[in-house]
């Protein structure tokens, strides 16, 4: 098996990379609870974390320092149990199943990347249209501290939202297992042109989740992951590969979950929705896709008609008390929180490195209690300013 410093600074992902044996090692190690003292249980290789609330700054980095390490040198996936409210999911599955009517009315059917178009429901850009629907409960439901914990500790703090709703019907199939976008959505044959480092830096750029929106025993198919699999350095180019895909269904697992649980996962881990072989169980899941505000998300959401829907919801949230960190889950889960590309003619850094984002204009605009229309205003005048 060749050494991790060795693979790391070869400047071509090679064939002799891709061994069977060499990810057969590498997914054999076994995760000890006593590397990670804030997790409570190790099941099925898989970390356990109780439904986040660090006390402390301290507490905080703490935290995110060892889910750093569990998700990028670990087993690479984490669950929080508990981690939504079920008053929160509940009201946030109702709005999801009248978007999904709304679309069978208009004869809209969604389409799978890994898995047959057609035979379960999806809700692409899940986010915007839960904004655009129900936007108290889209601000209750991205207010939620154990998601803005994680994301910021793989992204940063201004990491970009957006999400998809997968319900996977009785009888649903499993999909192929892959790793995700960005390298996973690279054609097969292009794969081994990408140098190895962009190999390196493709899963840091976006953190995969899904939040359990019911019970998830494993008849109902919950996410199939083989632990460990995101540190293989030639994953990409080898997932499409019929020996990785038989290894795949011979040692993945699935972790069963409750309503409101939250999964995590590196991006390169080996995954893939399993079979509902339940005869009434819909498997609904809120699949969350978080990017680096330094890379291109996979789905266009127009943010400023979110910030203008949710906007008012979240001034209610103020004068009702809520925390500051609340609030400002929600603002940044929303609106576009990096500057860039703008036009520096017009939009100019005055007084800074770079000119206010989205996600400033939405936090002054709060801080001054500004109506909706004062800040229709000013989101107006600030793309205005971006536009070339």
């Known amino acids: 098996m060749a050494s991790p410093l060795t693979t790391a600074y070869r400047p071509w992902i090679e064939e002799s990379d891709c061994g069977i044996e060499d990810f057969r090692a590498e997914v054999s190690q076994r995760t000890d609870l006593a590397d990670y003292p804030h997790a409570v249980d190790v099941r099925e290789n898989v970390l356990i974390y109780p439904a986040s609330a660090p006390e402390t700054p301290d507490d905080r980095r703490a935290l995110q320092a060892e889910l750093i390490r569990a998700l990028s040198d670990g087993p690479g996936v ?3 149990e508990n981690a939504f409210a ?13 978007i999904i009517d709304q679309q069978r009315a208009q004869g809209s059917a969604a389409g799978d990347h890994f898995g047959k178009p057609g035979a379960n429901d999806r809700i692409w850009n899940a986010a915007q249209k839960l904004a655009m629907h129900a936007p108290e409960v889209y601000a209750e439901y991205y207010a939620n501290d154990t998601l803005a914990v994680v994301s ?5 703090p201004r990491y970009q ?3 998809q709703v997968n319900v996977v019907n009785p009888g649903g199939q499993q999909q192929v297992p892959h790793r995700d976008y960005h390298l996973g959505f690279v054609a097969p044959d292009d794969l081994a042109d990408y140098p190895a480092h962009l190999h390196r830096m493709s899963p840091v750029l976006t953190l995969q989740g899904a939040v359990a929106h019911c019970d998830m025993p494993v008849e109902t198919g919950p996410t199939m992951l083989l632990p460990y699999s995101q540190r293989f350095a030639a994953g990409y180019i080898a997932f499409h590969r019929p020996e990785f895909i038989e290894f795949f269904a011979e040692q993945h697992i699935q972790m069963p ?4 649980d939250a999964i995590f996962f590196n991006p390169a881990l080996y995954h893939g929705a399993g079979t509902n072989v339940s005869s009434d169980v819909r498997r609904i899941a809120n699949l ?20 203008v829907a949710v906007y008012p919801a979240l001034l209610a949230m103020k004068a009702a ?5 609340e609030l400002l889950n929600v603002v940044v889960a929303t609106a576009e929180g990096y500057p860039f590309p703008t036009n520096l003619d017009s939009d100019q850094p005055i007084g800074s490195l770079a000119p206010p984002s989205q996600v400033d204009t939405v936090l002054a605009a709060l801080g001054d209690d500004l109506t909706v229309e004062q800040l229709e205003v000013a989101l107006r005048d600030k793309d205005d300013r971006r536009r070339p």
């Open 78 to 80: 984490v669950v929080f």
């Open 86 to 98: 079920a008053d929160v999911v509940d009201a946030a599955s109702d709005a999801f199943f009248a």
């Open 152 to 156: 910021q500790a793989w992204l940063g």
């Open 161 to 163: 939202m957006t999400s």
């Open 257 to 260: 979950l409750r309503k409101g």
């Open 288 to 307: 969350l896709q978080i990017s680096s505000p330094f890379g291109r998300a996979m789905e266009a959401l127009d943010r400023t008609a979110m910030v």
């Open 321 to 325: 008390g809520r925390s500051q960190r």
